[in-house]
């Protein structure tokens, strides 16, 4: 399942995966998931950034089927327990969304509603979570590596905006376009792409 959904002001819901457990489960592997390098890394940065996100910020929950997770502003990191299988997806989730979080903090003027600023922060949290790393490796030989990425993340970046009650279909293409070069770029607080 690639489809991303959005509800109300959310700006992400993220979805690649099939399966589910329980929310106690879940639970647990975000605990697991919090000594990531990588989630440690987005928190560190977030700290010095002066957004700092305690342990309480991430909860499992159970959501409509399709989405493995989600960041509202205000309301922290959900992960939907029933969305997701592997401690390695609950990883991938949080790291997608630290990235979210990690833009709203460092851009007072974000606005999720915004489709070019919805656009170029799904740009970098696909591209940056390494969200489609994983199905390059199953893909590795028979397609063009580099060339795979970058489709990959447009096209869940493109369907996240799409889904955004505010940008239209053209409207979230001409914002993908229009943002692409520099947010695909953009990899803060990384040096480089992961
Ligand atoms: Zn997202």
């Known amino acids: 399942m690639e489809d991303e959904s959005i509800e109300g002001k959310s700006p992400s819901l993220s979805s690649n995966v099939k399966g589910g457990c329980t929310v106690e489960e879940c639970q647990g592997m975000i605990k697991t998931s919090l000594r990531n390098p990588m989630v440690k890394f987005l928190r560190e940065h977030l700290e010095k950034s002066g957004c700092n996100?305690?342990?309480n910020f991430f909860e499992a929950i159970k959501c409509d089927?399709?989405?493995?997770?989600?960041?509202?502003r205000g309301d922290g990191i959900k992960v939907?327990?029933?969305?997701?299988?592997?401690?390695?997806?609950v990883d991938q989730v949080l790291i997608h969304e630290l990235i979210h979080v990690y833009d709203d903090c460092r851009a007072v003027n974000l606005d999720w509603e915004n489709c070019a600023h919805h656009a170029c922060s799904e740009i970098r949290a696909n591209h940056l979570s390494g969200d489609c790393h994983y199905k390059r490796e199953l893909l590795r030989g028979s397609m063009?590596?580099?060339?795979?990425?970058?489709?990959?993340v447009r096209r869940r970046a493109l369907m996240s905006v799409r889904n955004n009650?505010?940008?239209?279909?053209?409207?979230?293409?001409?914002?993908?376009?229009?943002?692409?070069?520099v947010c695909y770029n953009d990899t803060k607080p990384f040096d480089r792409a992961p």
Not at 80 to 89: A, F, M, R, Y
Not at 144 to 152: D, L, S, T, V
Not at 165 to 181: G, I, L, Q, R
């Open 53 to 55: 996100v305690a342990d």
């Open 65 to 72: 089927e399709g989405v493995g997770g989600g960041y509202l």
């Open 80 to 89: 939907c327990s029933n969305g997701v299988k592997l401690q390695n997806e």
């Open 144 to 152: 063009k590596i580099r060339g795979h990425e970058q489709e990959c």
């Open 165 to 181: 009650p505010n940008c239209s279909k053209t409207a979230a293409k001409e914002a993908m376009d229009a943002v692409w070069d």
